[in-house]
């Protein structure tokens, strides 16, 4: 068996690891080894005389959880920015935060 | 505020709401907007939603609105380079992902795929997984609970109130080992802190590892397991939220007075178990914004400050770093930990015995195939009985056994058990007796791994291999009444002795001096009535959580939680004078049929926050007593029969008034005065003043018909008393009558008497 870590972004939440193992659970080629959420990192053991990167990558693709590269924690994420078109941006800090009351904000 | 806790929450934020928006869209083009969306049997929707917007969604058409007022909360990431403070910004985002997280619920509760149904790739092969409630295991699969209903949401609500269960904590993730998870619950059990079970890592919950070490789950061990992944620990926001709307009377849409509530009065926390990802910080912003902190077994960032939370914010305690001789002694340093962050107030109970003890285990069921030996039941006899004795014949302490003992027993055997035990107090009278003995059913069903049932001569008792496994004999009964007796009446009992005898004659002969007692007492609080006594008692026990409601409990009405009569609380005052039950002096007489005296109407005014003026005490249609949020059953007028309806807790039937008992309640309850609708303890039906002043029993049009088959024969007693020994099959109940049109034509059939009595207004 061969070892491979793969980045997948799309999994960033702990029920995209239940999904991701899913799509292997029943694989007897390919072994999820680790998958984690806070990293988006998947490890794998595969047999390389059935599979190989390329077609498991493929098959994460099909499933939406196409390999990438990690969001870096400091970056903005910027795929989906709903806040860019929200009208709400705060660029200024309310004083009461410092105070952290929670009675300026708005529900 | 932590910079990297701020990126990472509002980033789950923004990536939840957009799950949710695709999910809520998926299911509008596959299902509809009409498709109902609905928790199970809540009357307050979407609980959060609900509970911050005041929105009700019903369909799943509802949802698109709410998506919109989330993407409304969500802010940009911090950037690199403008270091704020964030903290709003991550609060908001905190509540966007709630709202995200309970309309992605809503559109799985829409398509039947919640409450979860998981895989279990360690299923043991003796079948003992354990559940509670609608729980259930099927080979390889489990069914988890999803959202706590609104029933047990209120059957909870004494024990949140009286301390014995003093907190929640949502677990998210999953533990080192399942050992640790295993020591974690028996930790927060025996601190009676309610757990809330959800999330994963590395596709592993904290469920999973219950389960395989056979953890009994459910409502009756506190320990509720809401679904593997982090969407489903929004449930344990709901029911923060429904907390404030049940039994503070909140009203839907003020959000800040609910998350003040809720910091205030609720004492909850998130114990987030290995690798935090994105959508858990989210999560856990979002119950920051409750005031409930989050205590980490792994290395991130803290936020210690106090402010939005009453002590620190995020706490961080990386377990293998946490000093300790091994994982043990560690797991009860996390959560002594935990109790810190949230100022929880424990009551332990110290009792000498080799196994855990706290009214978590009260609910444990001890089946068959897991019990080493039993007393009482359908194979032998068993009592318990309590009596008082002068001083000079009790031994504190002495604890005697006779009789063969459970080591003794062959595994599955079956022997008598007689446990007499004797007190001594100089405050002690003889009319608190049955008050300390009716206390044995849960102080012995708090042992881990001992199932107590009934009570007198009526007793029965299981214990589990692995209680007897670890040291568990006869003598720590003993023990464990001597202690727990001397914790709750300490101020009424100063010495405690106990014998217990499994020999046959010796238990026969003992359970006929009992049966004496027995009778005397049933004589004796048979003879207590109003007029007999000038003092009534407060119970304001509910205030903790219902500000404004006051309980005035007289000899002939128990509270409307059920839990507290009046030789109860006139007990509770001796034992703790500055107590929740206070003595109501009766005063002068302003209305006796209705029930008013000058006394309860100035103590419910001064106490009651002067929201409440005057009560009568034997009426429902004017001034009645105000209603909490934990009554056992709740009586409403349906003016089309001339009558009143009853509605027990545990009915989540539709009603003839086209309300469920959970609206009913989140109409009435809260502290509120409502004629025409009250708040009831079950057994306040059996009374000769059940609202004497409306006409009794007579009244009653439709019985919610779990209670009627409950207390049949008490209500037969009832209505034969009241000169009518057919009543009760007049009485409708759901199986025959859901509507007003359906009651009608069945009262009339039926000629029951509310039709031709006097118009109730």
Partial sequence: ?107 | MSRYIATRAIRGAQGMVREAEEAVNAALVELGPDAPVAFTNTAYYLPVIYAFTGEKVEKLGDLPAIIERAKNLLHPVPSNNMWLPYLGETLDSGIATLFAEEAMEGARFARGTEPQVIKLDHARADGARFTGGDLGVHGDKMKLNGPIDDIQLRAWGIQLVDGRMPGFCAIVGCAKSNEVAVKIVRELQSRGILIFLSGNVNGRSIIHQLQEEGIQLGYDTFTVPFGIDTISAVYALGFAARSALTFGGMDAGNARKIMLYNKYRVFAFVLALGEVDDLKYATAAGAISFGFPTIADTRIPQILPTGVTTYEHVVSMPFDEIPGADDMERTEKLIQRCMEVRGVKVKIAKVPIPVSYGSAFEGERIRKDIMYAEFGGKRSNAFEFLRMKPADEVEDGKITVSGTDIDGMEEGGALPLGMVVDVSGRKMQTDFEPILERQFHYFINGVEGIQHNGQRDIAWTRISKSTFGKGFRLEHFGKVIHARIHEVFGNIVDKVQVHLTTDQAEVDELIEVARVAYAERNERIANLTDESVDTFYSCLLCQSFAPNHVCVINPERVGLCGAYNWLDCKASYEINPTGPNQPVAKGLVIDAEKGEFSGPNEYIYQNSNQAVERVTLYSIMEAPLTSCGCFEAIMVLVPEANGFMIVSREDPSMTPCGMTFSTLAGTAGGGMQTPGMMGMGKYYLTSKKFISADGGMKRIVWLSSNLRESMRPALQEVCEREGMPDLLDKIADETVATTVEDLLPFLEEKGHPALTMDPLF
């Avoid at chain 1, 990293?39 to 098959?59: G, H, M, N, R, S």
């Fill in chain 1, 1 to 107: 068996m061969e070892q491979l870590a793969l980045i997948v972004p799309g999994m960033w939440a702990d029920h995209h690891v239940i999904a991701v193992r899913g799509l292997f659970r029943d694989a007897e080629d390919i072994q999820v080894t680790g998958a984690s959420a806070m990293d988006a990192t998947l490890c794998l053991e595969y047999d390389p005389a059935t599979t190989d990167p390329q077609k498991i990558a493929a098959q994460l693709e099909q499933a939406g959880y196409a390999v990438g590269e990690a969001a870096d924690a400091a970056n903005s994420p910027t795929d989906k920015p709903e806040w860019l078109t929200a009208g709400v941006r705060v660029t200024a800090t309310d004083p009461a935060d410092l105070t952290m009351s929670g009675d300026h904000r708005k529900y």
